[in-house]
């Protein structure tokens, strides 16, 4: 992406690269993913909004994830898409406090702690393939934005949600998780899944040394 470029130009870039629906996720290092994003002002045409949600909803199914940030497929726009209806074990569903979140678009998002109360976990991203890491993130937070139709939510979210948005919010504000996360706790995917993919990073904080923030 120029600075030049228009965002419809990036848009049609972006999406005459799709193949089967999918397109290719920008990795951290790309300055499409450290500058804030535009705030949508219905820059693009009902049509193709409706495409690039349809682009980013495969792409994020296909990954797979539970989030993903205009950005993150070069758009430099302030909206998400976020579900997460993946089948978690139970213990892992409770300690973690994560609950089913149907597919939704969410537009110039925002959030704002709500409360002391904090969890640590490991978290992943797209545009950091081949790492996890903990970070700490509050517990409950209140997220106001538009859908994509236009209309006003405010809502608060608890646990694994409320980190999902906070995480792809971030990345519309140029910022990754690994910006926020424990250095200490980062592990190769592999190694991760192979020793530290606990319902809690209890066991990896003792074993690697660092604390964590509950």
Not at 136 to 163: F, K, M, N, Q
Not at 184 to 199: E, F, L, N, Q
Request: glycine residues 8%.
């Amino acid at each position: 992406m120029t600075i030049e470029e228009s965002v419809e130009g990036i848009v049609r870039r972006v999406l005459s690269s799709a193949r089967d629906g999918v397109v290719p996720i920008v990795a951290v290092g790309d300055p499409v993913l450290r500058v804030p994003a535009s705030a949508y002002t219905g820059q693009l045409e009902a049509r193709t909004l409706g495409r690039v949600i349809d682009v980013m909803r495969e792409t994020m199914r296909d990954a797979p994830g539970v989030g993903l940030a205009a950005p993150q497929i070069g758009v430099p726009l302030r909206i998400a898409v976020i579900e997460d209806e993946y089948d978690v074990a139970p213990e892992v569903a409770a300690v973690r406090e994560r609950t089913p979140v149907p597919f939704r678009v969410v537009v110039n998002p925002t959030y704002a702690e709500i409360g002391p109360a904090r969890r640590s976990f490991y978290e992943g991203c797209l545009s950091v393939p081949g790492y996890q890491a903990v970070v700490s993130r509050a517990a409950d937070v209140r997220l106001e934005c538009t859908d994509h139709d236009g209309r006003e939510v405010v809502e608060t979210l608890h646990g694994w949600p409320a980190r999902i948005v906070a995480h792809e919010t971030d990345h519309l504000d140029g910022v990754v998780y690994l910006d926020k996360a424990v250095t200490r706790s980062i592990a190769a995917t592999d190694v991760y899944v192979d020793r530290w993919a606990d319902a809690s990073p209890h066991r990896a904080a003792a074993a690697l040394g660092f604390a964590l923030d509950e």
